[in-house]
């Protein structure tokens, strides 16, 4: 049931995105088979068997290879100086002239992250966790409650937006330009694609979306420094901050803001519907949940293992290197298939089953190492307000039994579409 929070712009990029990654095979049996079979496999799995691009885009001929095991991927994922990240901006940072975060190695990366992280890290998120559960609550989910029923994606789409992008440093009085830069940084992931043709409208397409951002941010830059701002968003900080020893000036703030943007609200959206759907096909879980909200932290935590949105992560091989007995090249892909290794079934028991109170090790879903998300901790907070004003304001809230029940979807960027729920 659509709600006035609903933009149908925001809406369309969303689903876009989503049927791009879809995928043409069934990740997790295939991943079953491949671990016992061929844990390394030479090839460009992603793309030939999954059938979604990666961020490498269409620019790497050289060859591939595929990793499925936990010791394998953890190999990649904790020695950033073997298995670099330089190649993207060869590929999707190409739309960003390479400036973009994922795409830094070695020391450049260690410096932008260490500018932009204090942000996103918990002591400063914490500060904002108020405002967050107060502006879920009252503009969202109150509104809410007297329809007794609700399609919960269409809250889930617009939530992380309004909250990352006011953490970022945009006004958040005016929802109708903030949901129109999420629609933005969402064309910009149109620029992956696997047609070669359908790659060239893309970034075509991105590069337009990206020039948009780039102008409405720096007028918020500008806007802030004119203020002397002193809060506590990215912008005002980066406005403060020193960079190798210098002040930054509007251009690179305004790039350092764009390059997190593609990646700012969506991912929390699509695990808020693997949260919400994996609680409410579990009645007595949810009963649990309910009475004792100290399980939220370990019932994100296990979505987040068992249905991890990004469910590869590419890296370039710098030196040549053996693993699971198989030479790489200097010069190859590796895509390491988190989620694949989140279920390896020598690390983790029982791993086809959703177990909240299973023993946690480390796993894939944030990342892992130098590249982890560095909004995590932003996500966690807005995930935990979510779950918790869902069980406080909706009474026995569960399923909606006339609409069909959610499914979690997608070859990458997992979630499931449509949560439909009713309450008393």
Known sequence: MPTEQTSPQLETAYTAVSDMFRGKADLYALSREMRQKSPVFEGNFVRDVLGVPTNAGNAHTGPVFTLFSYQDVMTVMKDPATFTSGFIARGFGAAFD??????????????????????FMPETVNKWRQKIDQVMRDEFLLPMVPHKQAELMDFGLNFPVRQIYALMGFPDNDPEKYKRYATWALTVLGSLQTDPAKAQEGRRLAGEALKHLYDAILEVVQQRRAENSQGDDLISRLLRADYEGQKLDDHQITTFVRSLLPAAGETTTRTFSSVMTLLLERPALLERVRADRSLVNKLI?????????????????????????????QGALVQCIVASANRDESVFDNPDTFDIDRRMKPSFGFGFGAHMCIGQFVAKVELQCAINGILDLFPNVRLDPSKPAPSITGAMLRGASSVPVIWD
């Open 98 to 119: 390479g400036l973009i975060i994922l795409a830094m190695d070695g020391d450049e990366h260690r410096r932008v992250r260490a500018l932009l992280q204090p942000v």
């Open 301 to 329: 935590d296990e979505t987040v293992r068992y249905e991890p949105v990004a469910t590869f992560k590419v890296r370039e091989v710098a030196r040549d290197v053996e693993i699971g007995g198989v030479q790489i090249p």
